[in-house]
């Protein structure tokens, strides 16, 4: 898929064009599980639940660690979600995702142009879209969360190693899970320091560390959606 020059000169910034906002003018996909279908190789997942009350939609971009796909993105939190909200699980263009590999570009380009199509068919609620992620997911989540919170109200990080975002904006609410025995990504090198630093930064941040290792306790994931259900 190509992009146009300015969504490029965007995307090596970090920032996202989409808008939940955006007028709807495309046919909304039916209910159940449909690939983004535009990412080749790599591409993604979009759940989309059964109509419930004819309002707008949570939307949950949940994001997969290193070496990761959207299919097991996805398997963290569905049973967590809220009945009625979309998740959209893109898949990263290389290994992981761009920034962790040296710079912004092409996974944020992909993913303004799975949000522009999702904003474009189905009602979302912008009070109520979160940007969540694992491992280096988590990391990126919390990156471009916090350099796009004119878009993503809530920034949902279980197990993430930094946050390394692009220059600040607005303020969304973030989750923070993390694993005391955690192995790959540890917890004193990793939570523990980025934490502190994001409420010293004015951020309201909820965290939970949790006995075991790298991964996502079911418990923490229902907590994580619920915080996004209180808006």
């Given at each position: 898929?190509?992009?146009?020059?300015?969504?490029?000169?965007?995307?090596?910034?970090?920032?996202?064009?989409?808008?939940?906002?955006?007028?709807?003018?495309?046919?909304p996909?039916?209910?159940?599980?449909?690939?983004?279908?535009?990412?080749?190789?790599?591409?993604?997942?979009?759940?989309?639940?059964?109509?419930?009350?004819?309002?707008?939609?949570?939307?949950?971009?949940?994001?997969?660690?290193?070496?990761g796909?959207?299919?097991?993105?996805?398997?963290?939190?569905?049973?967590?979600?809220?009945?009625?909200?979309?998740?959209?699980?893109?898949?990263?263009?290389?290994?992981?995702?761009?920034?962790?590999?040296?710079?912004?570009?092409?996974?944020?380009?992909?993913?303004?142009?799975?949000?522009?199509?999702?904003?474009?068919?189905?009602?979302?609620?912008?009070?109520?879209?979160a940007?969540?992620?694992?491992?280096?997911?988590?990391?990126?989540?919390?990156?471009?969360?916090?350099?796009?919170?004119?878009?993503?109200?809530?920034?949902?990080?279980?197990?993430?190693?930094?946050?390394?975002?692009p220059?600040?904006?607005?303020r969304?609410?973030?989750?923070?899970?993390?694993?005391?025995?955690?192995?790959?990504?540890?917890?004193?090198?990793?939570?523990?320091?980025l934490?502190?630093?994001?409420?010293?930064?004015?951020?309201?941040?909820?965290?939970?560390?949790?006995?075991?290792?790298?991964?996502?306790?079911?418990?923490l994931?229902?907590?994580?959606?619920?915080?996004?259900?209180?808006?």
């Amino acid at each position: 898929m190509t992009f146009p020059d300015d969504a490029k000169s965007a995307a090596a910034r970090g920032r996202l064009h989409a808008r939940p906002d955006s007028a709807e003018n495309g046919t909304p996909r039916p209910a159940g599980l449909h690939p983004i279908g535009f990412g080749g190789r790599r591409d993604g997942l979009l759940r989309v639940p059964e109509s419930g009350d004819g309002g707008p939609s949570p939307l949950i971009v949940m994001l997969h660690g290193a070496g990761g796909h959207a299919a097991g993105a996805l398997r963290l939190i569905e049973n967590a979600a809220a009945p009625g909200a979309l998740i959209l699980v893109p898949e990263s263009r290389g290994p992981t995702w761009d920034v962790i590999m040296g710079a912004y570009g092409p996974d944020v380009a992909f993913l303004d142009a799975a949000l522009r199509d999702v904003f474009g068919r189905h009602r979302v609620d912008p009070r109520r879209v979160a940007l969540a992620g694992f491992s280096d997911g988590a990391s990126y989540a919390l990156s471009l969360a916090l350099g796009n919170g004119d878009v993503f109200t809530h920034a949902l990080a279980f197990s993430p190693g930094f946050a390394a975002p692009p220059e600040p904006v607005g303020r969304p609410r973030v989750f923070v899970s993390h694993g005391v025995a955690d192995d790959v990504l540890p917890i004193g090198a990793c939570s523990r320091r980025l934490v502190p630093r994001l409420r010293a930064a004015g951020y309201e941040v909820r965290y939970r560390e949790f006995p075991e290792g790298h991964l996502v306790p079911a418990e923490l994931a229902l907590e994580a959606m619920a915080m996004l259900a209180e808006g």
